[in-house]
């Protein structure tokens, strides 16, 4: 019989028990398709009761066991489960649930080189060729506190997931692929040194069978153990300040203490604005040591340890808190001392003193770069040998080095909030009223430290009914991305409003951003990518009357389109090169587009996700957009769910657009003789037309603004003559095209003469005018608010 290979299934859920992640391998595994479980709880997949499930959960940062689950054909099965619980940059946490299906046992070795294995003061661990873990010996087991079991079959990303396994990944992946040893500059854990050490395994024809990872044990300073203070660079690492803080806690617990919390002010304070009296903070960690044999890795906050995270914990004027921060150096207590033990008695915030029976309590100030940032608190309890000299060194120092982070990660998240202000304050906040397209729009920011980048997307309504379609995506992130996305959506718009084709459009633009690249590299040469070179841009104009679309892009993704009938397919939109480059031309191409039809318009992030390559996205896009979907926002939801798994490392931003037309009924045209005497014809014939439509309130205005333009084209333009009316909505449109490209322009009239008011009188009539150049003559048009008739 074929032997089963290995593969992994995975799955995310919110704090509130819900799926928001479900990979193929979970699929393979219990027969449910994603649309069948995302978004529903976690509990309804559970052979037994969810609750006892939740409880297991409550305040840990990880667990492993085995898990009772439900198949979707209705048979139960075991699942040997490791959940990790992560926190993103906006603090919000959700729990990544990672099983190996169909792992083969793997065969052992001789007994000395088993014991060697199991015995080595090294942690060491093998992986296949698949990169998942075949073995791993005692010493790495209790540095993960994972047993092999729980890790068999997985891939170290799964195993410990962070940047730190990432990095190690590839560089094992190096290891297999060009069968020489890598080293990976990176600590998977508290008790890892760096770095971890990749050598390939070969087999006596010198293939490469396996990699083994052998890693540094972190060393012991004192007999009473401690982690080396670098260990705390993790705190702050992440753009999260709430995980620097944890991570802090998870140094120093249970080695330097039982019991570590750690509370932040709302707002850094300098030395100045600190003085004695009491403080407001909130609680950013806490996590103490199971004091009967358990598991002394477990966080617990836990019912009886006072205020939870993110809770707020007043210290009154004289509490340890108050008078460490106010003198700005650490305090060193006995919970028999008067002002200890005052305080855990009026405050409820030091539940957890009581509950940890901490006996040594250490007080140490978080500062950093002249700021006061909060308080971290280390306790010991009674059956421990109270903090030392020594032991207030080390807190001082994981605390200095845990500050810089924390500080650090609150300063990003100052300049994160105000890139997305800025971002959002500049996309559309409502897409404008028109009716030739129904549009849903979705726009999601990066999760990574790079900050929010510059993409995005607008809906503008044109002349003669259409409406033009535009999503962009200026290179980098940050403060300067958000604003070139600014000044390059306002340029859209004006060259819009004038009516440029879509290939002349984008040209125009290519010279803006030649231009601000050269002010903006003038005034800081060190800039990169200044003025917004490197900018890819798709522009699209739909018209409902012709029911067909021009496009063209500037290095932007193709854009999608599903037909009437269900298929998916490119629009073959010829490749202009990114904004920027210069003297290199755009090319628009004009396809039909039936109505019903479906457009799909984005940014290269929502295909460039790291757990799989484009090929695969693609496949998947195409997928969810030909899934039936009640609505448009159902749309942009099954694909946003299809192409990622976790939050982006870029930016996307998503339009998709469901084509409607204007029937022959809506529209009226006519030929018209070059001929002064054609202009009465004219208003019969828009009289005859709005009275079919049951609009006779707009007769004698629409005449007056035909009269003036079918005038204007007689006069001074050049046959044929073509006269157009567009009834669309609470809208009139009239148009007069001739063969000139000669632009009309409205002037003030002396009051002696004869002519110079007819296009005075059409914008004093219309709501809006203006005209529209094709390749071959010019077309002047006029807006006016109208009932809805009937027609």
């Keep these: 019989m074929e032997q089963q290979s290995t593969y992994t299934a995975t799955a995310t859920i919110d704090e509130r028990g819900i799926l928001t992640g479900w990979s193929e391998g979970a699929q393979r595994l219990l027969g449910y398709e994603s649309s069948a479980v995302l978004g529903r709880p976690a509990a309804r997949l559970l052979a037994a009761e969810g609750a006892a499930a939740r409880r297991v959960l409550a305040g840990q940062d990880r667990w492993n066991g085995t898990v009772p689950v439900r198949h979707c054909d209705g048979h139960s099965l075991e699942l040997a489960l490791l959940a990790h619980r992560r926190t993103s940059a906006t603090g919000r946490t959700d729990w990544l649930l990672v099983t190996a299906v169909a792992a083969r046992p793997q065969p052992r070795g001789e007994p000395l080189e088993e014991w060697t294995f199991l015995q080595s003061p090294f942690p060491l661990a093998i992986f296949d060729t698949e990169l998942r873990l075949m073995r791993a010996n005692r010493r790495l087991e209790r540095a993960l506190s994972l047993p092999e079991a729980a890790m068999r079959g997985l891939r170290l990303t799964h195993i410990v997931p962070g940047p730190a396994s990432e990095e190690t990944h590839r560089t094992m992946r190096l290891a297999l692929e060009t069968g020489r040893p890598q080293e990976a500059d990176a600590r998977l854990g508290p008790d890892l040194g760096r770095p971890a050490v990749l050598t390939p395994l070969k087999d006596p024809d010198g293939r490469v069978r396996a990699v083994c990872l052998a890693a540094q044990s972190r060393p012991q300073a004192s007999a009473e153990p401690h982690p080396s203070p670098e260990a705390t660079y993790r705190a702050g690492s992440t753009p999260d300040l709430t995980h620097g803080a944890q991570e802090l806690a998870e140094v120093t617990v249970p080695r330097l203490a039982d019991v570590t919390v750690v509370d932040l002010l709302d707002s850094p304070q300098s030395p100045d604005e600190t003085a004695p009296g009491p403080v407001l903070l909130r609680r950013a960690a806490l996590r103490t040591a199971h004091l009967h044999g358990t598991d002394p890795r477990d966080t617990a906050t836990r019912t009886g340890t006072g205020a939870g995270v993110g809770e707020a914990v007043a210290c009154p004027a004289g509490s340890p808190p108050a008078e460490c921060l106010a003198a700005g150096r650490a305090m060193l207590y006995d919970t028999t001392d008067p002002a200890v033990s005052e305080w855990a008695a009026l405050n409820p915030g030091t539940a957890w003193l009581r509950a940890s029976r901490t006996r040594s309590l250490l007080v ?115 403060m300067r991305a958000s604003a070139t996305m600014g000044r390059l959506r306002t340029a859209v718009r004006t060259l819009a409003d004038v009516d440029l084709p879509a290939d002349e459009l984008l040209t125009h633009l290519d010279d803006l951003v030649l231009r601000l690249a050269a002010d903006e590299g003038s005034a800081d040469p060190s800039a990169e990518t200044a003025g917004g070179i490197g900018t890819t841009c798709l522009y699209a104009v739909y018209d409902p009357v012709s029911r067909r679309g021009t496009f063209a892009r500037a290095g932007h993704p193709l854009p999608a389109v599903v037909t009437p009938d269900g298929a998916v397919r490119f ?22 587009l039936p109505e019903g039809s479906l457009l799909a318009l984005y940014t290269d992030g929502l295909l460039e996700a790291r757990d799989h390559d484009v090929d695969e996205a693609l496949d998947r896009m195409f997928a969810a957009l030909a899934r039936p979907a009640a609505t448009l926002d159902a749309v942009c939801d099954h694909v946003l769910t299809a192409l990622l798994s976790h939050r982006p490392d870029d930016d996307i931003a998503l339009l998709i657009a469901r084509t409607r037309a204007l029937h022959a009924d809506r529209v009226a045209g006519w030929n018209l003789d070059n001929n002064p005497t054609v202009v009465s014809r004219a208003r019969h014939l828009v009289a005859d037309q709005l009275t079919d439509w049951r609009l006779e309130e707009a007769v004698f205005t629409t005449e007056l603004m035909v009269s003036e333009l079918v005038t204007n084209a007689i006069r001074y333009g050049r046959p044929p003559i073509r006269l157009r009316l567009i009834h669309q909505g609470d809208k009139l449109i009239c148009e007069v095209y001739d063969s000139s490209g000669t632009t009309p322009h409205m002037r003030r009239a002396r009051i002696f003469d004869e002519g110079g008011r007819g296009l005075l009188l059409v914008a004093q009539l219309a709501e809006s005018w203006g005209t529209r150049h094709d390749r071959i003559g010019k077309t002047v048009w006029a807006e006016q608010s109208v009932g809805h008739g009937v027609g």
């Design 364 to 478: 140490v100030p978080l500062l950093a770069q002249g700021t006061t940032l909060g308080v971290a608190l280390f306790g010991r309890h009674r059956g421990r040998v109270p903090f030392g000299p020594q032991d207030l060194q080390l807190a001082e120092e994981y605390t200095a080095k845990a500050a810089v982070g924390i500080h650090e990660a609150r300063r990003y998240s100052r300049a994160r909030t105000t890139t997305m202000a800025l971002q959002r304050s500049l996309l559309p906040h409502t897409l404008p009223d028109q009716e030739a397209l129904e549009i849903a729009t979705r726009y999601l920011p990066a999760a990574t430290r790079a900050g929010v980048g510059g993409d995005w997307f607008d809906v503008i309504p044109l002349s003669g009914a259409r409406v033009a379609l535009v999503v962009g995506d200026v290179v980098g992130h940050g």
């Design 571 to 592: 629009l073959d939109v010829p490749a202009g090169p990114p904004l920027g480059l210069g003297g290199l031309p755009f090319e628009a191409v004009e396809t039909e």
